[in-house]
Antibody, heavy 125, light 106 residues
């Protein structure tokens, strides 16, 4: 079974650092990009950024560039999302998702076909 | 950045109704448009990719259309399990989600 399994819920204080994880199984981890998506309480989905696990190349949304770091360890099929100094506004559910490629060449389409179960991050003093 | 809008932001419908949700991009994105369904407390689920292609395992009552800047998601006959929030997403230039449309029971 293809799945992404995320690490458990976190409760942190402002200013603390954090790394959450997303472990892929049932498929070739290096063949698919992984995206991270934020959902603040009661709000919509926001794309944060993505990583190619084969070479750790990353893209970030301008809204999140410089605020988070996305990384991956292909030897253990795991992607990470990390913060160096959390803020209360980072309180949210965070999802990782696999990017499936449909078609080939320059006209390929990408969609997020497999999602992790989500990791709740609560930042409060 | 490409911005996405959706209308309506919410709607009330009955089982068996035909439901249409509209998504608009701030610039032409060809057919680089996906649709997702999200139920409370659950991760999103991909329904439609490339504007009109049905993801494997998704019921045929879901369909998508459009190209350029204007797109629609149609549910031909609303079922009880379809009450959820629906998001469009452009994949033309990285990704951007629309704000969502909540479909609830009339």
């Amino acid at each position: 079974e293809v799945q992404l399994v995320q690490s458990g819920a976190e409760v942190k204080k402002p200013g603390e650092s954090l790394r959450i994880s997303c472990k892929g199984s049932g498929y070739s981890f290096t063949s698919y990009w992984i995206s991270w998506v934020r959902q603040m309480p009661g709000k919509g989905l926001e794309w944060m950024g993505r990583i190619d696990p084969s070479d750790s190349y990353t893209n970030y949304s301008p809204s999140f560039q410089g605020h988070v770091t996305i990384s991956a360890d292909k030897s253990i099929s795991t992607a990470y999302l990390q913060w160096s100094s959390l803020k209360a506004s980072d309180t949210a559910m965070y999802y990782c998702a696999r990017e499936a490629r449909y078609g080939s060449g320059s006209s390929s389409h990408y969609g997020m076909d497999v999602w992790g179960q989500g990791t709740t991050v609560t930042v409060s003093s | 950045d490409i911005q996405m809008t959706q209308s309506p932001s919410s709607l009330s419908a009955s089982v068996g109704d035909r439901v249409t949700i509209t998504c608009r991009a701030s610039q032409s994105i060809s057919s680089y448009l996906n649709w997702y369904q999200q139920k409370p407390g659950k991760a999103p689920k991909l329904l439609i990719y490339a504007a009109s292609s049905l993801q494997s395992g998704v019921p045929s009552r879901f369909s998508g259309s459009g190209s350029g800047t204007d797109f629609t998601l149609t549910i031909s006959s609303l079922q009880p399990e379809d009450f959820a929030t629906y998001y469009c997403q452009q994949s033309y230039s990285t990704f951007t989600f629309g704000p969502g449309t909540k479909v609830d029971i009339k």
